[in-house]
């Protein structure tokens, strides 16, 4: 008669098992519980502009919605999900607790809807520059990104009166 497996190695083999799939995150790349990221970029900013902004396509190739629930980064104090809001007849920024992906769809980050602040920038935001981005979403799924730094059409860049 076979003997059947110990507790503790059963106990081993199911902790290896956690580990490698808690870590497959790690080598996901773009991706998070399938939730992937494309075109995504931060806006360039003149010397002096404390605030900037990241955008990005979010897709959600899962059966389940998700949800980015907040975002980090080096480049500023402060990093926030935001969107504008009409109010009194003039678009303003308002700071949302969360950015829905519903499933098998897209969200789209962009300027004058979605976005990422970065608020206390604490350095200029150049052209060909890059920053980091951490992406955490509602499942705590995580995404790294290194995120390049363009000029957005439309965003005039003010000179400084001297």
């Known amino acids: 008669m076979k003997s059947l497996p110990s507790f503790f190695a059963l106990k081993w083999l199911s902790g290896l098992l956690m580990l490698v799939l808690a870590s497959s995150n790690s080598f996901a790349g773009n991706v998070a519980s ?11 900013v003149p010397s002096g502009q404390p605030n900037s902004a990241a955008f990005m396509t979010l897709k959600n190739s899962g059966t389940e919605d998700r949800a980015l629930i907040d975002a980090r980064s080096s480049v500023s104090k402060v990093v926030e999900l935001h969107t504008h809001k009409k109010e009194g007849g003039m678009m303003r920024m308002r700071r949302v607790d969360q950015i829905t992906i519903k499933a098998g769809s897209e969200t ?22 890059k920053v980091d981005l951490e992406l955490i979403f509602d499942n705590g799924s995580r995404i790294q990104l290194t995120v390049p730094v363009k ?11 001297h």
């Open 34 to 44: 399938n939730v992937s990221v494309i075109d995504f970029y931060a806006r360039a």
């Open 151 to 161: 000029v957005v059409a439309g965003m005039r860049h003010k000179k400084p009166k």
């Open 108 to 129: 789209i980050l962009k300027p004058g809807g979605l976005h990422v602040m970065f608020i206390g920038l604490k350095q200029q935001l150049t052209q060909g520059d």
